[in-house]
C-alpha cells in the first residue's frame, strides 16, 4: 500500500473512489506524536489510497477533504430517505 506523493492526486483519487462505491468507503485519520506524522487512509476494502504528512499547512487540506467527504455522505443518505 504505496502512500500518494502530492495531495491533489490523493484528493482526486479518494473522492473518485468515494462516488464510485459510496457504501463501502471507509475513512481513517492516525495521527502519530511522536513521529509527528497524519495519515489518511481511504479504503474500500478491494481499493487502498493513503496519504501522509508531516507539515502543518497539509492538515487544513486533509480536514477540507474530510469535510467534503462527510458531506458528500450525508447528502446521499438524506437524499436516499426521501425517496422512499
Known sequence: MPYYQ???EFARAAEK???????KVRVVL???HCDGNLRIKVTDDAVC??????QA????????????LMRLM???E???MDTD
Open 78 to 80: 438524506s437524499g436516499a
Open 6 to 8: 502530492t495531495w491533489e
Open 74 to 76: 450525508v447528502s446521499k
Open 57 to 68: 499547512q497539509d492538515v487544513k487540506k486533509i480536514e477540507k477533504l474530510h469535510g467534503k
Open 49 to 54: 489510497l493513503q496519504y501522509k504528512t508531516d
Open 30 to 32: 492516525k495521527y502519530r
Open 17 to 23: 473512489l468515494y462516488l464510485t462505491a459510496p457504501m
